[in-house]
């Protein structure tokens, strides 16, 4: 925020993803530490509903902001001299906006169906974090309501802005292979490269674990694949950008040799 080179619509939604990546950490890791350092490996039922919650509402946020970043990037190749126009803070706002709010009111949904399932038995949940999916398999009673619910939000939140994505990148490369020099065709593709890698490393795993069947559900698969999107992919994502962004990178530059000068 400092550098007035980081202010165009693209940082606005790097900042927010930066700070869900760190959200997304903080809620699932220090009690995957805890529990490995502890033989009692427990987290109170309150505890799991919040860590399920915050992460269902984090996760959901996510897939618009990206969907948001392609959009984007969409008009930054397609429409470059309208770019500044089209992309104005008040709608990179706007977007965000929507974002936080499509995500509480998926989380909300979520939490007030779960929280109504009774829980029979023993009550150890085969998962490094809480989570939805496997909350539902430790119910004792019929969850087809619960189910059908997380399939038709998973559905809506995860395949719909999937898909937008997928349709701006349509648009980005039929426009690239209109561009008649070979440097130029690299630099476009290189201003997405960061945002697809991220987007893979993100919805794949997400996919496979939200839109199979139930009945083909496999708690001991789920457990590591969930490790990605909620841990793997967080802590990629701030090396991934910075990595292959110039501006980034000579932001961070200017900042350390401000510190320097600061500090004598």
């Given amino acids: 925020r400092l550098d007035p080179q980081l ?4 940082y606005i939604f790097l900042s927010h993803l930066s700070f869900l990546d760190l959200c997304y950490t903080t809620t699932t890791v220090p009690q995957m530490l805890v529990n490995m350092g502890s033989s009692s490996k427990t987290i109170s039922y309150s505890g799991c509903t919040v860590q399920y919650a915050i992460f269902h509402w984090l996760g959901c ?7 948001a970043m392609a959009l984007d990037r969409y008009v930054a190749i397609c429409e470059p ?3 500044t126009i089209i992309m104005h803070r008040p709608l990179c706002q706007q977007l965000v906006a929507v974002a936080w709010l499509s995500g509480f009111g998926n989380s909300l949904v979520q939490v007030v169906l779960t929280v109504q ?10 998962n490094f974090f809480c989570e939805v999916p496997a909350m539902i398999k430790l119910s004792c009673t019929d969850t087809a309501v619960n189910d059908t619910t997380l399939a038709v ?7 719909v802005p999937l898909a937008l994505i997928l349709l701006s990148y349509g648009f980005i490369v039929r426009a690239v292979f209109r561009i008649q020099s070979s440097k130029g065709r690299h630099k476009a593709f290189g201003t997405c490269s960061s945002h697809l890698v991220v987007v893979s490393l993100f919805y794949l795993p997400a996919i496979y674990m939200y839109l199979q069947p139930p009945s083909s559900y496999s708690q001991e698969q789920g457990k590591f694949i969930s490790l990605f999107y909620s841990i793997i992919t967080p802590t990629l994502n701030p090396f991934i950008y ?11 530059r200017r900042l350390l ?4 000068r600061f500090c004598i």
């Fill in 7 to 10: 202010h165009s619509p693209m």
């Fill in 61 to 67: 946020t996510e897939c618009i902001i990206l969907a």
């Fill in 81 to 83: 001299l309208r770019y």
């Fill in 117 to 126: 399932l009774p829980f029979c038995g023993r009550q150890v949940l085969n």
């Fill in 153 to 159: 939000l998973v559905a809506f939140f995860v395949l």
């Fill in 242 to 252: 910075t990595l292959r962004n110039k501006d980034v990178k000579g932001a961070f």
């Fill in 257 to 260: 040799a401000r510190i320097w």
